[in-house]
């Protein structure tokens, strides 16, 4: 029985006016009046998913516990409510027309001829409805990517349509649209505002709740006229302004009852307004920060949001340690053995990035090398780990052309190999090692003590491992494995004990880092870089 109610969130005027954190938002509210919720995501682009995209393009591709890679914007929805995401909370345009042309081949769908209404539609509506059938939880926030009059998103809203009329009082739709400053005229513009909800009138979706994204203050009776134009009571026009950090949305929508006129929409009763204690806790220690933090970023993708899980974490750690962390990027492919001094100087800590290919790694491994013998705390994520793992081959061990499979197959000193069950793969998309795996952690290491556990569940998303075959000779020189996976006894983290942090994992924390459960490497981290030697 599938008893939950469903919160679309759709956007119009521009992108990028934070949908995302809108939806994520009203998950927390939620969960901070006791309801279970869940948040999924549909994208209009082609692609199956984004694990192909580059960062530069797209920002981060992030990874769900079951192994699905996704919209970076499902970082969000866990770094805001805790909820564990998976695969049924992320879709594609390529996903769902990939499913529905698997059913054509098969021939289910009895000789009829496949069309976007209803095959398409169908599919969506199905994969809407199924995330709210596990009994599991009570509201679904489905947030719909794109802007509304984009032609890829229109399958999207025909089945938000449907299911608005099918759902009734259970389905309700946010519209989150952009209200324009024009200073040579000094007036805020409700125009674009208006349209977009013309628009997404003339699809058949009246929303029940606007949410004005503006620089500026609205007016009441900006919000009356808004709501005038657009059939929406003016007690159900919200104003969310830009603020300083986006977990400061929540506490603004809650000020203005975003929750409780979602709650009377769907017919749930209203109580007392949550004291939302936790999260007022860490705004408040958001805004009283005490010191700075700056923190070198060695990698090769140079966009906001291409590193977005760890920027996010790192900031979210440094918060829980009174200070305000600065990522500095430097571009790895600048950097050579001549110049490393130069190009890290004047960091607190550095991270060496997770990526893919050749390209730049020879900078890593300089800056790798310059930090272990510099002493300087030093985080290596994925990639960054096995690029710390070469540069101890080469430098401490004198293999000298140790090196990664993935960028030097011709090496005699694969100390970064591709799995066994890896070698076999010839489709790239979704095959590498994704999701949770078990880390059990060696007692007495530097990453036990910091988890202050005997085994941890971390995300992954790589092809290549540490080859155990040389892990005697690291941990007979001082580079220690001080987490590996218990049924497979592949290496998870590597650390010198007797550096002051240098620790790498092959998994990515980032991903299990939110803002009420910092994952404990990135608090550590952050600690050891705030230490002044
Ligand atoms: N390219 C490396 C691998 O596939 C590391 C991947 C990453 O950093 N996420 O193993």
Redesign the pocket.
């Known amino acids: 029985m599938n008893n939950a109610k469903y919160i679309f969130v759709t956007g119009g005027v521009a992108s990028s006016l934070g949908k995302g954190v809108i939806s994520s938002s009203i998950g927390r509210l939620l969960q901070e009046r006791g309801y279970r919720i869940t948040i999924q995501k549909f994208d209009p682009y082609i692609n199956v998913d984004p694990g192909m995209l580059n960062p530069n393009e797209h920002g981060e591709c992030y990874v769900t516990i079951d192994g699905y890679e996704c919209d970076l914007d499902l970082g969000h929805y866990e770094r805001f409510t805790d909820i564990k995401t998976t695969n049924r909370n992320s879709y594609t345009t390529g996903r769902i027309y990939q499913d529905v042309i698997n059913n054509e081949r098969r021939g289910e769908y009895g000789g009829k001829t496949v069309q976007v209404v209803p095959h398409i539609t169908d599919e969506i509506k199905r994969n809407i409805l199924k995330i709210g059938e596990s009994g599991d939880v009570e509201f679904v926030i489905t947030e719909i990517g794109g802007t509304v009059g984009d032609i890829e998103g229109l399958p999207f809203l025909e089945s938000v349509r449907q299911l608005k009329w099918e759902l009734g009082k259970r389905a309700i739709c946010v519209h989150l649209a952009y209200v324009p400053y024009i200073a040579a005229a000094g007036e805020l513009k409700t125009k674009p505002t208006q349209h977009s909800v013309k628009q997404l009138q003339g699809y058949g979706i009246q929303p029940d709740l606007l949410v004005l994204r503006s620089e500026h203050q609205l007016s009441e009776s900006l919000k009356h006229k808004v709501a005038n134009f657009c059939n929406v009571r003016p007690a159900c026009v919200f104003h969310s302004p830009d603020v300083p950090s986006i977990y400061e949305v929540p506490i603004r929508m809650q000020e203005q009852g975003l929750d409780s006129a979602i709650l009377e929409l769907c017919g749930e009763p209203v109580r007392q307004t949550p004291s939302m204690d936790g999260w007022r806790k860490y705004i408040s220690l958001r805004n009283n920060l005490e010191s700075e933090l700056h923190i070198g970023f060695i990698g090769k993708y140079n966009l906001q949001d291409a590193y977005k899980s760890i920027t996010e974490g790192l900031s979210i750690a440094g918060v829980y340690h009174g200070c305000k962390v600065h990522c500095h990027f430097i571009d790895c492919e600048q950097i050579s053995s001549e110049n490393v001094a130069e190009k890290l100087i004047g960091m607190d800590g550095y991270l060496i990035?997770?990526?893919?290919?050749n390209r730049g790694i020879e900078g890593k491994i300089a800056a790798a090398q310059y930090c272990r013998e510099h002493n300087l705390p030093t985080f290596g994520?994925?990639?960054?780990?096995?690029v710390m793992a070469i540069e101890f081959a080469r430098n401490v061990l004198g293999l000298k052309d140790a090196n990664?499979m993935?960028f030097a197959p011709q090496t005699s000193h694969p100390v970064?190999d591709l799995m066994e069950n890896q070698k076999s793969v010839s489709v790239l998309g979704g095959t590498?090692?994704l999701g949770g795996y078990k880390c059990a952690l060696i007692q007495g290491s530097k990453a036990q003590e910091i988890y202050a556990d005997t085994s941890v569940v971390e995300r992954?998303?790589?092809?290549?491992?540490l080859n155990n075959d040389y892990l005697q000779q690291y941990e007979s020189t001082g580079m220690m494995r001080s987490g590996y996976n218990p049924e497979t006894n592949l290496t998870e983290i590597i650390e010198i004990p007797t550096h002051r942090w240098y620790l790498g994992t092959?998994f990515?924390p980032e991903y299990t880092s939110t803002v009420m459960h910092p994952n404990p490497l990135f608090l550590d981290f952050i600690r050891a870089c705030s230490l002044k030697d």
Do not use: A, T
Request: glycine letters at 12%; charged letters at 20%.
């Open positions: 990035c997770p990526g893919f290919g994520i994925c990639l960054g780990m096995q990664s993935e970064i590498m090692r992954h998303r790589h092809r290549y491992e092959q990515h």
